[in-house]
């Protein structure tokens, strides 16, 4: 009855909670915010005003913060979040000093708090996007076994699971968690990015019309986060919609037109650490003509171990 009293709350709170706190420290000039209200200012930022011109604004409201505060873990702990984020949407200058700026920083956010749950949930994806597949994974499940309703760390739990796992029943696990959490929590803030990681994990498993589904609702909710509009050009290239996916994928280019088969390619190895399982998330592309197609003895047959 308690965990049923609990989930409740939760479905009807958590979100609001989150979105309370970073509104209003959103309102407030950053001049006169401490270190905890710069950390929710660019939270909301990220996740409700996302503008690919305005990252740097992001990432300096967070060093900021930890001048303000060299002890506050969290500071630390976003700061290796956003950074490995501009890595992971092609938007760095020099992607591997941000991706070891990011490791450093979630590294000392680690160190200074390793029980706190948001240290522990930005920390395993941040390691997720540096090729520490295991170290994220024990990082996110010591964050849901410390606060079974933290919806974010269960969120990128999902996530890395269901893009990353070697094995498909880590897929299955993950799209599994997505799913749950979409449907129980519908008007959670972090519901966009639960769609696009679900179009991730249904991509890893083959599942391409689902996958259309699941990035053109995050596409829907978030017209900015355009990496969505990417993994969904892939998807309908995947079951055949050529011209839709070549409209999605004009779209992409025009707001990030750095964008290439390369470098789409390093990030996607870094996160599958397969070279099939990476494939599928440029296959798509290739069908309908962004890439070249690869040569026959490299292709892909289909499914994935």
Not at 53 to 69: F, H, M, Y
Not at 209 to 217: D, G, H, I
Not at 245 to 274: C, F, G, Q
């Amino acid at each position: 009855m308690q965990e049923e009293i609990a989930t409740a709350i939760v479905r009807a709170t958590g979100g609001e909670l989150i979105r309370a706190g970073s509104e209003r420290a959103d309102k407030a000039s950053a001049d006169e915010l401490d270190a905890w209200g710069l950390v929710r200012k660019a939270y909301h930022f990220w996740n409700y005003s996302f503008q690919p011109a305005g990252i740097g604004d992001s990432l300096n409201l967070l060093r900021r913060a930890v001048e303000l505060d060299p002890n506050y873990a969290n500071a630390y702990a976003f700061l290796g979040l956003y950074l490995i984020e501009k890595v992971a949407l092609i938007m760095s200058e020099h992607p591997e000093q941000d991706r070891a700026e990011a490791q450093a920083a979630v590294d000392r956010a680690f160190d200074l708090a390793p029980n706190d749950t948001e240290v522990l949930e930005n920390t395993g994806l941040v390691w997720f996007h540096c090729g520490l597949w295991e170290k994220s994974v024990q990082a996110l499940r010591r964050a849901v076994e410390i606060s079974p309703f933290n919806l974010v760390a269960w969120g990128y739990l999902g996530f890395v699971l269901g893009c990353g796992g070697q094995k498909t029943k880590n897929a299955t696990e993950g799209d599994r968690i997505l799913t749950k959490l979409i449907t129980d929590t519908p008007e959670h803030p972090s519901v966009p990015y639960w769609y696009f990681f679900k179009a991730t994990a249904c991509t890893r498993l083959g599942h391409f019309e689902e996958a259309v589904t699941c990035a053109s609702k995050c596409a829907e909710m978030h017209p900015n986060f355009y990496i969505a509009r990417y993994i969904l050009a892939n998807a309908l290239g995947h079951v055949g919609r050529l011209e839709e996916a070549r409209t999605e994928m004009a779209t992409v280019l025009a707001i990030n037109p750095y964008i290439t088969e390369s470098l789409l390619k390093r990030e996607w190895l870094v996160m599958a650490r397969d070279e099939q399982m990476a494939e599928a998330h440029l296959a798509g592309l290739r069908k309908a003509g962004f890439f070249p197609p690869l040569p026959a003895e490299n292709q892909s047959t289909g499914g994935h171990p």
